[in-house]
């Protein structure tokens, strides 16, 4: 882990959502169509908007968002060890716990890094 001399202020946020952003784009295909990051002590947040496939959004004009829900969360899993390492470099910080969540209507999903120590 990185403590030297960690990003702060708009160099980290963008540095968070540069990554996130990655991450996501490696796992579903395409990333979001807009997201950014912020951070208050030890918590980080980082939101993303527009990121459902064509086809995930397909199945939930058609009743099935629930499914798309669930395989989301599958994926996020999945994500969960690279992004919790990624914050963990950027940061300087040890990510002591992790949330992901996405919403179908409006189509957005949140990321959030609990971090061992206050960023500022």
């Given at each position: 882990m990185l403590d030297s001399k960690p990003l702060s202020g708009g160099?980290?946020?963008?540095?968070?959502?540069?990554?996130?952003?990655?991450?996501?784009?490696?796992?579903?295909?395409?990333?979001?169509?807009?997201?950014?990051?912020f951070y208050n002590g030890n918590v980080l947040t980082t939101v993303l908007e527009e990121v459902l496939t064509p086809s995930e959004r397909r199945l939930a004009a058609n009743g099935e968002g629930d499914a798309v829900l669930n395989m989301r969360r599958l994926h996020q899993r999945g994500m969960a060890p690279e992004l919790k390492q990624s914050i963990e470099e950027i940061t300087g910080r040890k990510v002591t716990a992790f949330m992901s969540d996405n919403h179908i209507e409006p189509d957005m999903a949140v990321e959030v890094f609990i971090l061992d120590r206050s960023i500022a």
């Open positions: 160099e980290l946020n963008a540095a968070v959502t540069r990554e996130v952003i990655r991450v996501h784009s490696e796992s579903h295909g395409r990333g979001p169509k807009k997201a950014f990051s």
